[in-house]
């Protein structure tokens, strides 16, 4: 997904500045990138957080438009207000064509598993693949077919293919797994017997 947002340059000030920027409805930032020197940067906060509602669940490229200019970022941080749980400043990080990047890919599960169908429950472990590549061979998103899984059958970082990129996560994690729901309602009850016994104690 790629979203285009004009941003305007900033002066880097006195943090009492970035108070005053917010109360404008503006939301500071900075795009940065290897060799480069960090640009301070400022979003409309409407514009923003619309754009940013977009990328939630999806890997987004932003092309923020600053005097004219498009810069090809990713959002690499963003701080949190701790109470009204606003977003107060955003990191951008600046593709540069020649150099890789390391970032987390949304894993999309497609199909439904054999096992689901025979009463299994599909349990996903792992939503988001870390990789490495350069900007060229950034991937949306990845797939994974579970069509195939029945109870008991899992998939693991290794059965993951993304052409051109390096997955830096352990290949033998397990990223979704088949249940057998007879055996994880046992499991429950076993739990909530144990947990009985241990309060009349």
Do not use: W
């Amino acid at each position: 997904m790629v979203i285009k947002i004009e941003a305007g340059k900033r002066t880097l000030g006195k943090k009492s500045d970035r108070k005053d920027l917010r109360k404008g409805f503006n939301i500071p930032g900075i795009m940065y990138g290897q060799g480069v020197e960090g640009t301070p940067i400022q979003f409309n906060a409407p514009d923003f957080m619309k754009a940013y509602k977009q990328s939630i669940g999806e890997l987004a490229i932003f092309n923020i438009v600053v005097d004219g200019k498009e810069h090809r970022c990713i959002l690499k941080a963003k701080q949190i207000h701790p109470v009204r749980r606003d977003i107060i400043h955003v990191d951008f990080l600046l593709l540069n064509p020649g150099h890789e990047v390391s970032l987390s890919l949304p894993i999309k599960f497609v199909g439904e598993a054999a096992g689901q169908k025979m009463g299994g429950i599909v349990d996903i472990i792992v939503r988001h693949l870390n990789i490495a590549c350069l900007p060229k061979d950034i991937p949306e998103d990845v797939e994974v077919d579970i069509s195939a899984l029945e109870i008991g059958d899992s998939l693991h970082i290794k059965d993951v293919k993304v052409p051109n990129v390096k997955v830096k996560d352990a290949e033998d994690i397990t990223i979704v797994v088949i249940h057998d729901k007879s055996k994880v309602v046992e499991k429950l009850e076993d739990v909530e017997e144990k947990g009985q016994e241990g309060s009349a104690e």
